[in-house]
């Protein structure tokens, strides 16, 4: 029977059917770009990483699912970033725990200041509490593709510190808008700068800062060592990362592609960590290399950075970390020392 011959009403039952089947979950491919901010510099290891993780997000979806970067912070602060993907701006980001405390404190028990001692004591709690941090943000609106890491945090300063009284003649830099991190410093004597992380750099040129807390890979990349170019050597705490994506945009990407892109961002995680783990120490010496002066810190100097952060551990519970996580954590760590795990401070 020719086209013609079609009765209307008959074509009008095919439109419906044909609307339908269309609807049907995989009857159509859906294309989705994702955009994807990170403070990380266009052409660090870990910016290139992140290249590489979209360009097999490309191949195992057929060219259904795309990532678009923006790197070195053209977005904002880790802050804005998440402000931003909750408005949709953008859809996801790769942050450190100061963005992801935006979305919930419980990603604080991993950086815990003094708590860790070693790379082996994170990796064991990290595995221990992941699915239950990752639930608490899946239930925020948040899905964790991989957990990440930018190093271990020291202090970087104008002067030399090898012990906390000689932190508190500084002012250091913090981030603004994280108040409860804010109070805890200044209640602990410390004198501290509210400002946004791309306002460092300007804040150590003027003196509004004198000091600032950060993983040496980062100290290197945006260059904030050369103006604070004395560094204690504590490992004070591990600034752990992840690259989330909004839940929305999520369930818009193909079920079937799914698991692939989450394999893949996987592995982009791991490889960002063992660059960030490598590229620490290459880090250092690259910086010493430049007049960085790394503050030798005797065993009394180090009990007292232990005794300092210990002492406010009670006024962290609440504010800075929920009690259930960070009770969690630290009875991970005690046992993880307790079968012969082996700590480096």
């Known amino acids: 029977m020719s086209f013609n011959r079609i009765g209307s009403s008959a074509l009008l039952r095919l ?18 770009t994702v955009k994807l901010a990170t403070l990380a510099p266009e052409g660090s290891s870990w910016h ?36 931003k993907i909750r408005l949709g701006t953008i859809h ?21 200041p003094m708590l860790y001692r070693s790379d082996a004591e994170l990796d064991y709690v990290r595995a221990k509490l992941a699915p239950k ?19 271990w945090v020291h202090f970087f300063t104008k ?9 508190k003649r500084l002012k250091m830099f913090s981030w603004a808008g994280d108040n409860s991190t804010l109070d805890l410093w200044k209640n602990a004597g410390f004198t501290v700068v509210p400002l946004a992380s ?26 904030w060592y050369s103006l604070a170019p004395n560094m204690t050597d504590v490992r004070w705490a591990p600034l752990v990362g992840a690259t989330i994506l909004d839940k929305r945009t999520w369930e818009r990407i193909p079920a079937d592609a799914r698991d692939a892109i989450k394999a893949a961002a996987r592995k982009a995680g791991g490889k960002i960590q063992t660059d960030v783990r490598k590229g620490a120490i290459e880090a250092v010496k690259a910086m010493k290399e430049h007049k960085l002066n790394v503050v030798p810190v005797p065993a009394d100097a180090l009990a007292a950075w232990r ?10 519970v609440g504010p800075f970390v929920p009690a259930d ?15 012969g795990g082996a700590g480096a401070n």
Do not use: H
């Open 15 to 32: 439109m419906v059917v044909a609307a339908l089947l269309a609807a049907l979950p995989g009857a159509r491919a859906q294309n989705v």
């Open 48 to 83: 290139l990483t992140l290249k590489e993780m979209g360009e097999e997000w490309r191949k195992v979806s057929n060219d259904r699912v795309k990532l678009r970067i923006y790197p070195g912070g053209v977005v904002g602060d880790e802050a804005e970033m998440i402000s």
């Open 92 to 112: 996801a980001a790769a942050v450190t725990t100061m963005g992801l405390a935006e979305i919930d404190r419980g990603v604080q028990a991993l950086c815990v």
């Open 133 to 151: 941090l990752e639930e608490r943000m899946a239930a925020k609106g948040f899905i964790v593709l991989t957990w990440g890491e930018a190093g």
């Open 159 to 167: 002067t030399s510190v090898v012990r906390p009284d000689d932190l």
């Open 198 to 223: 791309t306002d460092i750099m300007p804040g150590l040129q003027t003196g509004m800062i004198t000091a600032f807390a950060t993983a040496p890979v980062a100290a290197l990349s945006f260059q």
């Open 307 to 316: 005794s300092a952060a210990e002492a406010v551990y009670p006024k962290l």
């Open 325 to 339: 996580m960070f009770d969690e954590a630290k009875k991970l760590v005690e046992e993880f020392r307790a079968k």
